[in-house]
């Protein structure tokens, strides 16, 4: 596989479920990022890492739990989430924090 | 205010149609521009990239930035049904790509 994939593309879970999201990274990159995706919202950026540590966190609810194991790899853990994390959450990548972001083709979730 | 406001659409034309898309913003401080393009069911993917005032051609595609009026277009020439995306704006005060600040998006259909 090339580039970067994402799964599930699609996850419903209810409010009570724990669920992870997966990225995963092939062109040995160094910096991963996530974002999140709402209708007729502008796309927001949720947590970025580099060098497998976190240096930003953008004010997101705790109930989103990012965990980056290896520069080609990222996770988002969710628990107890409302109907408003209802969104597409994208991943990327990039050389370094400075250099062109390559996304992933997202996990449309619905929390119900 | 949001910082970047681009034109909402949805934009139809026909095929070969120039398109003009657009975003305006506030912030003096960003000196970076980007256009994305981002496919049904897939990520964004970065189309155009341009530093401070001028214009950039690529292709069928021009992207032009007037800092003074703080605005930014992104003309495509003999639009295609392949063209038909929706189509984001992202600015940055600095090479930083994790901290650009995305437009809504606008999304363009080309009618064969």
């Known amino acids: 596989e090339t580039g970067v994939t994402q799964t599930p593309r699609h996850l419903v879970m209810g409010m009570t479920n724990k669920k992870s999201l997966k990225c995963e990274q092939h062109?040995?990159?160094?910096?991963m990022y996530w974002y999140k995706q709402s209708a007729k919202k502008p796309l927001e950026l949720m947590f970025v890492?580099?060098?497998?540590?976190?240096?930003e966190n953008n004010s997101v609810p705790s109930r989103f739990s990012p965990e980056c194991p290896n520069s080609s790899h990222l996770f988002l853990h969710l628990h107890t989430l409302q109907p408003e994390d209802s969104a597409l959450y994208l991943c990327?990548?990039?050389?370094?924090?400075?250099?062109?972001?390559?996304f992933g083709p997202g996990t449309r979730l619905t929390v119900t | 205010q949001k910082e970047v406001e681009q034109d909402p659409g949805p934009l139809s034309v026909p095929e070969g149609a120039i398109v003009s898309l657009n975003c305006t913003y506030s912030?003096?401080?960003?000196?970076?521009f980007m256009w994305y393009r981002q496919y049904s069911r897939k990520g964004p993917e970065l189309l155009m990239y341009?530093?401070?005032?001028g214009n950039k051609e690529d292709g069928r595609f021009t992207a032009q930035v007037d800092k003074s009026s703080k605005y930014i277009s992104l003309f495509i020439r003999d639009s295609q049904p392949s063209d038909s995306a929706t189509y984001l704006c992202?600015?940055?005060?600095?090479?930083?790509?994790?901290?650009?600040?995305f437009g809504d998006g606008t999304t363009l259909t080309v009618k064969p």
């Open positions: 990327a990548s990039s050389q370094d924090t400075t250099s062109e972001q390559y």
């Open positions: 062109l040995g990159h160094n910096a």
């Open positions: 890492y580099s060098l497998e540590e976190r240096v």
């Open positions: 912030n003096s401080a960003f000196q970076y």
């Open positions: 341009t530093y401070s005032s």
């Open positions: 992202a600015m940055s005060g600095n090479t930083n790509a994790g901290k650009s600040t």
